[in-house]
């Protein structure tokens, strides 16, 4: 017969296990529910030849935490850098090692071609501003400028795309490399012999200001999105992911796109640099 004692102590040890139980549930990440906000994409994107991707910080969550995807991201609150590349805030962040790269494709979200385009800016309009003016002609101006805003607007290119989350489950926080505000992901397809090739490739800038990072403290992850292409070939795509020296991969996914853009050739001739992240032997 278990007395008091015995009673309580297997008591204790239960509730630890149940304790750790939940504690490691309530730590693992699951894909977020999302707001889509953006103007729906109608159309898949499907191009003759390799393009460049789209993976822009949209936002860093913790996990549990909901997804607007026309959340808007800034420097100030996201990225660890300053514009000069300093990383005054984050010296002895180093860590690279440790993420995940997950893609949702069962889930859709529209991917703006041009998302950091600039709006319709004429210098000739400038200077035209600086010229005294009636009131009059000062609100002409400005009903002509918002015209032409809307119409830029209006036409931005909108395609299909999926939610990619880059997850950090480990206990410490991991630096995440960034140029411009994407992120350094391709994705990649297998031919018709089955070997990985890439569909998209990367340019690195020679400007040092272009280089920054994210700080992905435990238990939290950074939103993006790729593009959803669609072609004539059906094949698996995964993406492929550069921090720093460490190369990530995602689980295979099936998809289709043309086979021209498998083609390097074009790209190497008239693109320089590009980079497919292939590590040098």
């Known amino acids: 017969m278990i007395n008091l004692r015995e009673l309580t102590f297997w008591l204790s040890i239960f509730a630890a296990l149940t304790s750790c ?17 953006l103007k729906l994409a109608e159309h898949y994107y499907s191009p003759a030849g390799m393009t460049t991707p789209q993976t822009y910080v949209e936002a860093v969550r ?48 529209s991917v703006n071609l041009y998302q950091w385009a600039f ?42 795309g999926y939610p990619v989350y880059i997850v950090n489950p ?37 400007c040092g200001n272009s280089y920054g990072g994210v700080a992905l403290k435990p238990n939290s992850y950074i939103f993006t999105k790729i593009v959803a292409y669609r072609g004539e070939f059906e094949t698996t795509l995964r993406l492929k992911m550069l921090n720093d020296t460490i190369v990530y991969y995602s689980e295979p996914f099936k998809g289709s796109i043309n086979l021209t853009q498998l083609d390097t050739a074009l790209i190497k001739q008239n693109v320089s640099p590009q980079n497919f992240f292939n590590k040098k032997k």
């Open 170 to 206: 480990t206990n410490k926080t991991i630096r995440v490399e960034e140029q411009d505000g994407r992120l350094m992901i391709i994705q990649e397809a297998k031919d018709k012999n089955g070997n990985w090739r890439p569909i998209e490739f990367w340019q690195f800038s020679s």
């Open 21 to 37: 139980k939940n504690d490691k549930s309530s730590n693992e990440f699951k894909f977020p529910p999302l707001t889509e906000t």
């Open 62 to 109: 913790k996990f549990g935490e909901n997804i607007d995807v026309n959340d808007t991201t800034t420097r100030e609150n996201v990225f660890i850098d300053d514009f000069n590349g300093s990383d005054t805030l984050y010296k002895s962040l180093r860590e690279h090692d440790g993420l995940k790269l997950l893609v949702d494709n069962t889930k859709l979200v």
């Open 119 to 160: 709006p319709p800016f004429i210098f000739e309009e400038l200077l035209e501003a600086e010229k005294p003016k009636s009131k009059k002609q000062k609100l002409i101006d400005s009903i002509v400028y918002q015209a032409k805003l809307k119409t830029w607007k209006d036409n931005q290119t909108m395609v299909k």
